[in-house]
Structure formats: C-alpha cells, structure tokens
C-alpha cells in the first residue's frame, strides 16, 4: 500500500510541476524576446515561431526534470520512513531552491545558446527576422539547436543537482515490497 501511495504522490508532484513549467517557462520566454512579440506571431498562425517555442518548451522541460531527479528521489525516500535528518520544511526549501536553480540555469543556457547561435550565423542569416516572416525552416534549425542544447545542459544540471542535494545511501534504502 505504501508503494502506491508513493506513486500517487509522485504522479500527482509531476503534474503539478509538469503545469507549472510550462506555463512559467513559456511566459518567460516570450517575455524574454525583445525581436518581436512572440504571443502576437503565435496567435496570427506563425508556424516558425509555434515550433521554436515548442522547442523551448520541450528543452526547459528536460532541463528542468533532470535537476529535479535527485530531489524527487529524496523526497520520495522520506515518504517512505527514510532518516534524512530533515525537517519537511527543510525538504521543502531544498525543493524550491532547486525548481528555482532549474528554472534560471533553462532560460540562461536557451536563451544564451540562441543569442551565441545568432551571432555566429547574423552573416548570412538574420534568424529573429526570418522566424517573424514564418520561415518555417529556420523554426527547424532553430528548435534543433534548443534541443541539443537541452540535452547537454539536462546532463549538466543532473550532476549539479546530485551534488547539492543529500542522497541517501544504498545502506539506508529499503527496497518496496
């Protein structure tokens, strides 16, 4: 019975923060580009921008899952009886600072990444420009580099989370029967 309540409790964080990131992350990417108005594109039925934002969402979303494993991991163990040695309003905080930490390092690595990958490419392709005319294409290449980014960085931020949060110890884990 623990075992399910465990993964009740697990799927319905993860909804909760699945909801959350979405809708956090895609406010603060539209409001982050100053090019153009991204919502504005969006609405008129610009595809090339529908698929970037897709693609940040998408790439924010890994980002964001990957520095949350270990957390989620921790908490889960202290549902279960675990000695963590924590107070809940301690786990709490660590939860918050971590969806924080996750957010900030998503918005900087994409939003960095795209502004490096413009410049490198501003000589014979004016990328913000392309994506307001609906040049689905560079919504492609675009969403392409989001993704790679999202996935080099996801790994990154796994192993940052891992070290910041306490783990518990193969000797302390009790496996579910």
């Known amino acids: 019975m623990v075992a399910f309540l465990v993964g ?3 799927l319905l964080v993860s909804a909760l923060t699945a909801v959350l990131v979405v809708f956090v ?3 603060v990417f539209v409001k982050a580009n ?4 991204e919502e504005k594109e969006i609405k008129n039925g610009n595809v090339a921008v529908g698929i970037l934002v897709t693609a940040l969402l998408l790439g924010s979303a890994n980002i964001i899952q990957n520095a949350l494993t270990p957390l989620t991991n921790l908490l889960l163990y202290s549902l279960q009886g675990g000695d963590t040695a924590m107070s809940r309003t301690r786990l709490a905080l660590y939860a918050a600072a971590h969806l924080s930490m996750a957010f900030i390092m998503a918005v900087v690595a994409m939003s960095f990444s795209l502004r490096v990958f413009g410049r490198l490419t501003r000589s014979y392709m004016r990328a913000g420009l392309e994506l307001q005319k609906g040049n689905v294409a560079v ?3 675009l969403a392409g580099v989001v993704f790679v980014v999202g996935m080099y960085i996801g790994d990154g931020v796994e192993a940052l989370a891992k070290s910041l949060v306490p783990q518990a110890g193969f000797s302390q884990i009790q496996m579910m029967r």
């Open 139 to 141: 919504g492609l290449l």
């Open 8 to 10: 009740v409790a697990k």
């Open 34 to 37: 100053t090019d153009f108005d």
């Open 25 to 27: 992350t895609y406010k």
